[in-house]
Nanobody, 124 residues
Framework: QVQMVESGGGLVQAGGSLRLSCVVS????????MGWFRQAPGKERDLIAG????????YYEDSVKRRFTIAKDVAKNTMYLQMNMLKPEDTAVYYC?????????????????WGQGTQVTVSS
C-alpha cells in the first residue's frame, strides 16, 4: 500500500522560506511522477511542481518558477519542495502526490496516490 506523508508546513512571513518534505513508501517508484499540489480555500487543487522519480524531468507552474525548487532523494524515498520568497497568495494546503507515467512530458493530472496535506500560511 502506497503511503505519502508530508511535513514542514507552517506560518511564515511574506518573503520567508519553508521546506516541505514528503516520504513515500509501499512500492518501487520506477517510472513514477511525483508532484506537489496546492489548494487554497474556494479554489481547485493544482499541480505546482513535479519531478520524475528516476530521471531529471521536472515541471513548474509559472507562478512558482524561480521561487520554488522541487528535489528528491531516491535513497531516502523523500521528495522536497523548497519554497523561497513566499507570498500571501501562496497560502494553501500543500499535498504531495504520485502516479505512474510513460509520456515524454510530465503529467499534470491523473495523480493516483496522495498525502494528507500540510498547511502553509504566509502572512503579509
Amino acid at each position: 500500500q502506497v503511503q505519502m506523508v508530508e511535513s514542514g508546513g507552517g506560518l511564515v512571513q511574506a518573503g520567508g522560506s519553508l521546506r516541505l518534505s514528503c516520504v513515500v513508501s509501499g512500492r518501487t517508484f520506477d517510472n513514477f511522477a511525483m508532484g506537489w499540489f496546492r489548494q487554497a480555500p474556494g479554489k481547485e487543487r493544482d499541480l505546482i511542481a513535479g519531478v520524475a522519480w528516476t530521471d531529471s524531468r521536472s515541471y513548474y507552474e509559472d507562478s512558482v518558477k524561480r521561487r520554488f525548487t522541487i528535489a528528491k532523494d531516491v535513497a531516502k524515498n523523500t521528495m522536497y519542495l523548497q519554497m523561497n520568497m513566499l507570498k500571501p497568495e501562496d497560502t494553501a494546503v500543500y499535498y504531495c502526490a504520485g502516479r505512474p507515467f510513460s509520456t515524454p512530458a510530465m503529467p499534470l493530472t491523473g495523480y493516483r496516490y496522495w498525502g494528507q496535506g500540510t498547511q502553509v500560511t504566509v502572512s503579509s
